[in-house]
Nanobody, 123 residues
Framework: QVHLVESGGGLVQAGGSLRLSCAHS????????MGWFRQAPGKEREFVVA????????VYADFVKGRFTISRDNPKNTLYLQMNDLKVDDTAVYYC????????????????WGQGTQVAVSA
């Protein structure tokens, strides 16, 4: 069982930055990808970014390219999401997730999820 715990959310003004962390444990051999998703009130959960477990291959949603950066520290079992130039539309609960599908962008292909961390961006 993969256990994921997000932290680092908060309230920030537009144009500001936040760094989210995801502490993970119990990785299964079949887990190939770690990703970040988000869900705004009244909207479906959407893909933000993913990174392969072993290599540094990444894939980003178009709306975060150039602003968000995913990284991982394998010895610390931690995944990060650096978010810069935040916009009001980035307000959402952000989730860390693990998948068996390489660089998946599909919510249903992620097997394990954290509880989420709230990010609120004010104008």
């Amino acid at each position: 069982q993969v256990h994921l715990v997000e932290s680092g959310g908060g309230l920030v003004q537009a144009g500001g930055s936040l760094r989210l962390s995801c502490a993970h444990s119990g990785r299964r051999f079949s887990t190939t990808t770690m990703g970040w998703f988000r869900q705004a009130p009244g909207k479906e959960r959407e893909f933000v970014v993913a990174i392969s477990w072993i290599f540094d291959n990444t894939v980003y949603a178009d709306f975060v390219k150039g602003r968000f950066t995913i990284s991982r520290d394998n010895p610390k079992n931690t995944l990060y999401l650096q978010m810069n130039d935040l916009k009001v539309d980035d307000t959402a609960v952000y989730y860390c997730a693990a998948s068996r599908v390489t660089l998946s962008m599909v919510t249903a292909e992620y097997d394990y999820w954290g509880q989420g961390t709230q990010v609120a961006v004010s104008a």
